[in-house]
């Protein structure tokens, strides 16, 4: 069995996606699996043709199967190689297209295979442009994950191959204490920027948040620099790409590289006390003035 | 121990537009290291201090990379040197065949323990440069690194992994790429800058670093502006909070998004 796509896989159970463009492509599909073997049986019953498990020691961490993955993409090379944005299936990633010399894009909004050449829809520099590519030779592609595959028939048979990991192990972890969140299920989500002074003031957001059943999110400094939230809340080119049915946006300037994890979005608002704030040029609805006033003014229209 | 910083000089897509025909216009962007490469440059100087590290800079690019202003930016945030290949052929390169080329010029510098990069380039942001590079040397990668502390051949390094963070303990040499909030970077004073000034510049030759030949030759065939929903752009009166929240209200049932 020739493979045509290889998915590439760490130790999240999310590629649902990964899957579905893989099949799309037609041909039979792999997926190489670098973390616990239950990763591997989830995706071998979500509609993959073959798995093969790197069995690594239990202290190392998925990339350090980085070698073994390129090499069971590399016995089999297929057309398209697919991970997840995920740090370590990045790592995994770039040790298949570095051993498959192959050209690495991460923008694609489509795939497709005309004669020998792959055909990439790939947007570019914070999505401000679409460029079609034709690659003749091997693709290897940074999609969104997707969600956890569903079973899918009896499964796919499971290859163990016993992994000599490279020079690395974890020796501790800690939680943060921030809950995890997955912004992507959310129908209504509220983004905080810098606008809010105070970590004590997302209490403000919060209810409002639970007025409207609605996750909060951030702007890029809110999580990192100001720790005010898990890095898996903030929005933009990096971080989350939402498309729920409302976003409405707190404080928030409007950078490029946050608002295209929203264009997806049903409905925008904005409230910001710059009205000349780059955010009203993205907005349904915009509100120029102070959080501190608007934000409890909602809430309380609410009830 | 030697360490190498890999950054870039580019310019920031905030700064550019698409025109219609969906090619971009660079022409009010001016370039500047790239966003987050400050932080790498930041987080590689203090192991450098500590371990008494030699730190090289290492970029490669088209014409512009190897300007005095881009090295001197560099220079002047703690690097000991730098080495650049500079290269008109590079500005349309793929992630595959800059990685190729950053391997082999740390090939040319040789005894390299360990390459610390940025989260992402403020450009393209595909963050695969680090990992691609990576699986060229040979080496483990690590991107989402919050912290590095000890020596070559006994790294202990801390990454951001959802819900917390994990830590690493490297034994070899490493492709390290920092989170954005690694490090504070310093802005380099007057002082830095001067230094920065003698300190040595390498340009090297890309014909001369035998890069092997691209695997895949990406062609692009067309270009588009992406279409964008339309949004209303309406701007609700805020003079009374009040009635301003209960017309945002009222607007946001009648659009089913509540």
């Known amino acids: 069995m020739s493979v045509n796509a290889w998915i590439v896989v760490a130790d999240q159970r999310e590629v649902g996606n990964l899957i579905a463009v893989a099949r799309s492509l037609g041909g039979p599909v792999g997926a190489v699996v670098a973390g616990p073997r239950s990763v591997a049986e989830t995706v071998a019953s979500g509609g993959v043709d073959k798995v093969v498990w790197c069995h690594a020691p239990d202290d190392a961490p998925p990339e350090a199967s980085a070698r073994a993955v390129a090499d069971a993409v590399a016995a089999d090379p297929p057309r398209v190689a697919l991970a997840g944005r995920n740090p370590a299936e990045r790592v995994l990633l770039g040790a298949v297209a570095a051993r498959l010399n192959a050209a690495v894009l991460t923008g694609a909004r489509s795939v497709s295979l005309d004669g020998d050449r792959t055909t990439v829809v790939n947007a570019v520099f914070g999505d401000i442009s679409d460029e079609t590519v034709a690659v003749s030779g091997p693709v290897a592609l940074l999609l969104d994950g997707g969600s956890v595959p569903p079973a899918a028939g009896p499964g796919a048979p499971i290859e163990e191959v016993t992994v000599a990991p490279l020079g690395m192990k974890v020796v501790e972890t800690r939680t943060h204490g921030f809950e995890t969140v997955d912004l992507n299920a959310a129908h209504r989500v509220i983004g905080v920027g810098r606008g809010v002074k105070a970590k004590e003031d997302l209490a403000l957001i919060e209810a409002l948040a639970e007025a409207i059943e609605a996750e909060i999110a951030c702007s890029r400094p809110v999580a990192e620099g100001l720790n005010w939230m898990g890095k898996d809340r903030y929005i933009g080119s990096s971080g989350a790409h939402i498309a729920p049915q409302l976003y409405l946006a707190v404080g928030i300037s409007g950078q490029l590289q946050h608002m295209v994890g929203v264009t997806g979005a049903e409905t925008i608002v904005g409230i910001n006390s710059d009205a000349n704030a780059a955010i009203f040029s993205h907005t349904d609805y915009g509100l120029v003035g102070d959080l501190y006033q608007l934000v409890p003014a909602i809430t309380a229209a609410l009830k | ?258």
């Open chain 2, 1 to 258: 121990m030697r360490i190498v910083v890999a950054y870039k000089w580019t310019c920031d897509p905030e700064e550019a537009t698409a025109r219609p025909d969906g090619t971009v216009d660079w022409s009010r962007a001016k370039p500047g290291l790239s966003t987050y490469d400050p932080v790498a440059m930041e987080l590689a100087r203090r192991l450098a201090e500590e371990a008494g590290a030699e730190l090289v800079g290492v970029t490669v690019g088209a014409k512009g990379v190897g300007a005095p202003i881009a090295s001197k930016a560099a220079l002047g945030r703690g690097l000991d040197r730098v080495v650049i290949v500079e290269d008109e052929s590079l500005r349309e390169a793929g992630r595959s065949e800059l990685a190729a080329v950053v391997a082999e010029v740390i090939r040319h510098i040789g005894d390299v323990d360990l390459v610390i990069t940025g989260d992402s380039s403020v450009d393209v942001a595909a963050k695969m440069v680090p990992t691609v590079l990576a699986g060229e040397l040979g080496w483990p990668a690590v991107a989402e690194v919050t912290s590095v502390t000890g020596q070559a051949g006994a790294l202990r390094v801390e990454r951001a992994i959802p819900g917390g963070v994990q830590v690493l303990q490297i034994s070899g040499p490493a492709v390290l790429a920092a989170s954005a909030d690694a490090a504070a970077p310093r802005v380099p004073g007057m002082k830095e800058l001067l230094a920065a000034a003698r300190k040595p510049v390498e340009l090297l030759d890309l014909t001369a670093l035998k890069v092997p030949p691209a695997g895949a030759v990406m062609t692009v065939t067309g270009r588009a502006r992406p279409e964008r929903k339309a949004r209303k752009g309406q701007l609700i009166d805020t003079t009374d909070p009040a009635a301003a929240a209960a017309e945002l209200v009222a607007a946001l049932r009648a659009a089913g998004a509540l």
